[in-house]
């Protein structure tokens, strides 16, 4: 079993930046990759960014490349999403994500993660 808690959405203008985190608890952290998704009203749940147990493992939605960078600290047990030039289309509810049977290379499945966090609101005003 794996607990994950997000945190660090709120309201940002244009333009601006917002980092969240997700901490993990209940299984080695560093033994799984991890992922971001969103969702936005009236849209389906979308891949974001993910991360292999190694930072230099990461893979990003198209619309999200060179403005987020998706990080983790496996002492911590926390993945972070840096996101930067926001803009308003990426207003959504933001969920990280476990997939405890890849290691290495995230996948930008929703079906491939086993576990959720709960979400957090990312508004970014125009």
């Known amino acids: 079993q794996v607990q994950l808690v997000e945190s660090g959405g709120g309201l940002v203008q244009t333009g601006g930046s917002l980092r969240l985190s997700c901490v993990a608890s209940?299984?080695?952290?560093?033994?799984?990759?991890m992922g971001w998704f969103r969702q936005a009203p009236g849209k389906e749940r979308a891949f974001v960014a993910g991360?292999?147990?190694?930072?230099?493992?990461?893979q990003y939605a198209d619309s999200v490349k060179g403005r987020f960078t998706v990080s983790r600290d496996n002492a911590k047990n926390t993945v972070y999403l840096q996101m930067d030039s926001l803009a308003p289309e990426d207003t959504a509810v933001y969920y990280c994500a476990a997939d405890v049977r890849r290691y290495y290379t995230p996948s930008s499945s929703q079906h491939s993660y086993d576990y959720w966090g709960q979400g957090t609101q990312v508004t970014v005003s125009s």
């Open positions: 209940g299984r080695t952290f560093s033994s799984y990759a």
């Open positions: 991360i292999g147990w190694s930072i230099s493992r990461t």
